[in-house]
């Protein structure tokens, strides 16, 4: 498996931006589907946003399109999501995911990877 660190983090205001960073150790990242979910309180963890191995397809929960990015870099084995236009709703701890199979990150089964998670908090 994948070690998974993510970090970013912090109190905002709504409206405001953040950028999220999970950085991989281990095996091959450039093999991996990445992704995000969040985990408000009280509720499950929800799927966000995903990026294939190769970077060209992109998948996102409806509530974040137009607003969220996932994009990555091979280079330094790091998964981000620019979170743009947040709102109080986006209050989270956010998770980063890895696994070799990309319909597994989007649902968040199986053998996925998974971060320790980073506190998103957007004030109103």
């Known amino acids: 498996q994948v070690q998974l660190v993510e970090s970013g983090g912090r109190l905002v205001q709504a409206g405001g931006s953040l950028r999220l960073s999970c950085v991989a150790s281990?095996?091959?990242?450039?093999?991996?589907?990445m992704g995000w979910f969040r985990q408000a309180p009280g509720k499950e963890r929800d799927f966000v946003a995903a990026?294939?191995?190769?970077?060209?397809?992109?998948y996102y929960v409806d509530s974040v399109k137009g607003r969220f990015t996932i994009s990555r870099d091979d280079a330094v084995n790091t998964v981000y999501l620019q979170m743009n236009s947040l709102k109080p709703e986006d209050t989270a701890v956010y998770y980063c995911?890895?696994?070799?199979?990309?319909?597994?990150?989007?649902?968040?089964?199986?053998?996925?990877?998974w971060g320790q998670g980073t506190q998103v908090t957007v004030s109103s």
């Open positions: 990026i294939n191995w190769s970077g060209d397809s992109t």
């Open positions: 281990g095996r091959s990242f450039s093999r991996y589907a």
């Open positions: 995911a890895a696994d070799d199979n990309l319909s597994a990150v989007v649902a968040g089964t199986g053998h996925v990877s």
